[in-house]
């Protein structure tokens, strides 16, 4: 089991950054790849980042460029690095980690970008 626990969201104008972090405790060391993911109103879940834990990376294309993945594996935590920010990235923001075969998600984060 693992649990998840997002931090860093809240209310931010376009053009500024928000850092989150995911937390992840239990049993961590079977963690695998992670991800951030997120979820506006009306709409499906999409990927935006995600993170093996080795470092590859791999990006939306929305948000190439502006935001940043990262992990620390000694501190079981995951980072998104948001920049750059534009009201269409508001959303709820999921951290995923994935162990063997099943999928871990955190509850989210509210993102708001005001233009």
């Known amino acids: 089991q693992v649990q998840l626990v997002e931090s860093g969201g809240g209310l931010v104008q376009a053009g500024g950054s928000l850092r989150l972090s995911c937390a992840a405790s239990?049993?961590?060391?079977?963690?695998?790849?992670m991800g951030w993911y997120r979820q506006a109103p009306g709409k499906q879940r999409e990927l935006v980042a995600g993170i093996s834990r080795g470092g590859s990376t791999n990006y939306a294309d929305s948000v190439r460029g502006r935001f940043s993945i990262s992990r620390d594996n000694a501190k079981n935590t995951l980072y998104l690095q948001m920049n750059s920010l534009k009201p269409e990235d508001t959303a709820v923001y999921y951290c995923?980690?994935?162990?063997?075969?099943?999928?871990?998600w955190g509850q989210g984060t509210q993102v708001t970008v005001s233009s």
């Open positions: 239990g049993s961590t060391v079977s963690i695998n790849n």
């Open positions: 995923k980690a994935i162990v063997l075969l099943q999928h871990y």
